[in-house]
């Protein structure tokens, strides 16, 4: 089973970045999807980005070009780069590790975009 860390969150001003970062740890990272969700204070869950075993991406509509999530199997971490934040991009960030039988979520790491 993979263990997932997140890290790389913190407070920025509207329209900056930020790149944050889940590395994992304890079996074989590569084989695993990676899912980037976001959580708002009173709000679900919702899913931010996607990027597969094999490196093809996905996105929400609302981060579309401006998220990019990226993976590096030698290091087993997956990254999200996040620019021109927004204040509504405010939330817990979580990284979610899955294959077809398992599914591992990191403890998450807080965005706060400030206005």
């Known amino acids: 089973q993979v263990e997932l860390v997140e890290s790389g969150g913190g407070l920025v001003q509207a329209g900056g970045s930020l790149r944050l970062s889940c590395a994992a740890s304890?079996?074989?990272?590569?084989?695993?999807?990676v899912r980037w969700y976001r959580q708002a204070p009173g709000k679900q869950r919702e899913l931010a980005a996607v990027?597969?075993?094999?490196?093809?991406?996905n996105y929400a509509d609302d981060v579309k070009g401006r998220f990019t999530i990226s993976r590096d199997n030698a290091k087993n971490t997956v990254d999200l780069q996040m620019n021109s934040l927004k204040p509504e991009d405010t939330a817990v960030y979580y990284c979610?590790?899955?294959?077809?039988?398992?599914?591992?979520w990191g403890q998450g790491t807080q965005v706060t975009v400030s206005s």
């Open positions: 304890g079996s074989i990272f590569s084989i695993y999807h």
């Open positions: 979610n590790a899955f294959t077809a039988f398992k599914s591992t």
């Open positions: 990027i597969t075993s094999g490196g093809s991406t």
